[in-house]
C-alpha cells in the first residue's frame, strides 16, 4: 500500500511539474529583462517553514502541507522576509495549484501577511529588474467576454516599504497581463483584453491580506 501511495504522489509531482512549464515557460520570451540580473532567493528547510506552517486536520481530512519555504527581501528594507507555498493537493491541473503564503516586513517592526492563488510556483518566479524584485504570477481563468476558450493569465508582483502587495504590471508597459488560451502543448499566442476582462482579472486575482 505505502509503495502505491508513493508512486501515486510521484506521478502527481511529474504531471504538476509539466503543468507548471506550461503555465510559467513564457513570462521568460515575453519579458527577457526578467533575465538581467538573479534574485537572492534562499530555500528555507522543511523545519523551518513548518514552524510557520503546520499541517491542519478537519474533520479527519487532510487539508493541507507546506511546500518550499524562501526567504528573501521582497520591499528591499534589508530585512528578509518569508515566502511559503501550500498546494492545493488536488489532481490534474489542481496538481500545480498553490496558495502562495508572503510574511513581508511592514517598516514598524511587524510583519503584514498577504495570500494569493497560483500555479507552477517556484523559485524562478521571484525575479530582479532594475534592483527591485518582482513576484511573477501565473492564474488559470476560465473564458473572457469575447472568447470561449480557456486561458492562463500572467502579471507581476511586487511589495512596497508596508510590507503591501500591489500589481505592478505598468512598470513593464504594456506587456502585462499577458494573456493567452490554454492549450494541452504550450503556445503562446496574446489575447485582446476588453475592459470588462481587465476588471474580471483583478477581481480573481486580488490578494488577501490578513
Avoid at 507552477?120 to 518566479?125: A, E, N
Avoid at 504590471?169 to 492549450?183: G, L, M
Amino acid at each position: 500500500m505505502k509503495t502505491k501511495f508513493c508512486a501515486l504522489r510521484f506521478a502527481v509531482s511529474v504531471f504538476a511539474l509539466m503543468l507548471s512549464y506550461e503555465a510559467n515557460a513564457w513570462m521568460d520570451p515575453w519579458a527577457p529583462e526578467f533575465k538581467a540580473d538573479a534574485a537572492n532567493v534562499n530555500v528555507l528547510s522543511k523545519t523551518t517553514v513548518s514552524n510557520y506552517v503546520c499541517t491542519a486536520i478537519e474533520n479527519g481530512e487532510f487539508k493541507c502541507v507546506y511546500s518550499e519555504g524562501y526567504a528573501i527581501d521582497l520591499n528591499d528594507d534589508g530585512t528578509k522576509d518569508q515566502v511559503f507555498i501550500i498546494p492545493w493537493m488536488g489532481n490534474g491541473l489542481s496538481a500545480s495549484g498553490y496558495d502562495v503564503h508572503f510574511i513581508v516586513s511592514d517598516g514598524a517592526k511587524g510583519r503584514k501577511t498577504t495570500v494569493i492563488e497560483g500555479y507552477g510556483v517556484s523559485k524562478s518566479d521571484f525575479v530582479k529588474v532594475a534592483g527591485k524584485i518582482y513576484f511573477r504570477h501565473s492564474e488559470f481563468f476560465g473564458h473572457f467576454e469575447k472568447s470561449e476558450h480557456n486561458h492562463w493569465v500572467y502579471q507581476v508582483f511586487s511589495f512596497d516599504k508596508k510590507g503591501i502587495m500591489i500589481c505592478s504590471n505598468a512598470d513593464f508597459e504594456k506587456k502585462f497581463p499577458a494573456v493567452t488560451i490554454y492549450y494541452i502543448k504550450p503556445k503562446f499566442r496574446q489575447i485582446e483584453l476588453t475592459v470588462g476582462d481587465l476588471k474580471k482579472i483583478a477581481a480573481e486575482t486580488k490578494p488577501v491580506a490578513k
